[in-house]
């Protein structure tokens, strides 16, 4: 992990096209801007991981639809 010290105003490049400032710092909290091209997801990582537990839920099959396919599967063909 690189660790960097930027002040209000100052900025991170990252690669070519991602620029990250930092805006404004009141205690522990700070603002950053980001400026990124719009192909270039940017998520909280909070979000990013809910996002990716959702994807992963909406991808996985439930127990009836197992069910269904495996029976559709073992269905004898009445074209015979």
């Known amino acids: 992990m690189l660790?960097?010290?930027?002040?209000?105003?100052?900025s991170v490049m990252i690669g070519?096209?991602?620029t990250i400032t930092v805006l404004e710092a009141r205690g522990e909290v700070i603002r950053l801007g980001i400026q990124?091209?719009?192909d270039v997801q940017v998520h909280r990582e909070e979000v990013f991981r809910?996002?990716?537990s959702?994807?992963?839920?909406?991808?996985?099959?439930t127990d009836d639809a197992v069910k269904a396919?495996?029976?559709?599967?073992?269905t004898p063909d009445d074209s015979g």
């Open 3 to 10: 660790v960097l010290t930027r002040r209000a105003g100052e």
């Open 16 to 18: 070519n096209d991602v």
């Open 36 to 38: 990124a091209p719009r």
């Open 50 to 52: 809910e996002l990716q």
């Open 54 to 61: 959702a994807n992963r839920q909406a991808a996985s099959p």
């Open 69 to 74: 396919v495996t029976e559709l599967l073992q």
